[in-house]
């Protein structure tokens, strides 16, 4: 694989290895917003482990597979709350926890990017055992 240095027509550039003149092993592509995924491409994508860092100071450590977060990963949003859990086509899909800024749980499973009726929250859960 060659390592190489590109910057593409939106003012994205790209620092990393290529594969048949695409990005694939190594790299980091810085957007024009500021936004920035370091990780792993495959056949131009984001594919294997890799963290994602939004402009608005949010941030997704985790798998990734054919551009999209999927597999096990951890999403944390500026306000503080952050979800660990698995993923699926970009969305928490399977087992997870959310936790709140201020502390509150919800841990459960999701559905395309939703939580499902059968969790229960910490605070619930701790609710039922106080007198």
């Not at 994205?12 to 500021?34: A, W």
């Not at 936004?35 to 994508?45: A, R």
């Not at 929250?121 to 609710?127: P, Q, T, V």
Request: proline share 3%; glycine share 18%.
């Amino acid at each position: 694989m060659v390592e190489k240095t590109h910057t593409y027509p939106d003012g994205s550039q790209y620092v990393g290895e290529f594969k048949d003149g695409m990005c694939d092993g190594q790299g980091t592509t810085t957007f024009p917003d500021g936004e920035q995924y370091v990780g792993e491409f495959k056949d131009g994508l984001f594919h294997g482990q890799g963290t994602y860092t939004y402009a608005i100071g949010a941030q997704y450590v985790g798998e990734w597979k054919d551009g999209k977060e999927n597999g096990q990963g951890t999403y944390t949003a500026a306000s503080g709350s952050r979800y660990v859990g698995e993923w699926k086509d970009g969305k928490e899909n399977g087992q997870g926890t959310l936790t709140y800024a201020n502390g509150d749980q919800y841990v459960g499973e999701y559905v395309n990017g939703k939580a499902k009726p059968s969790g229960e929250s910490l605070l619930l859960r701790l609710l039922r055992w106080m007198p």
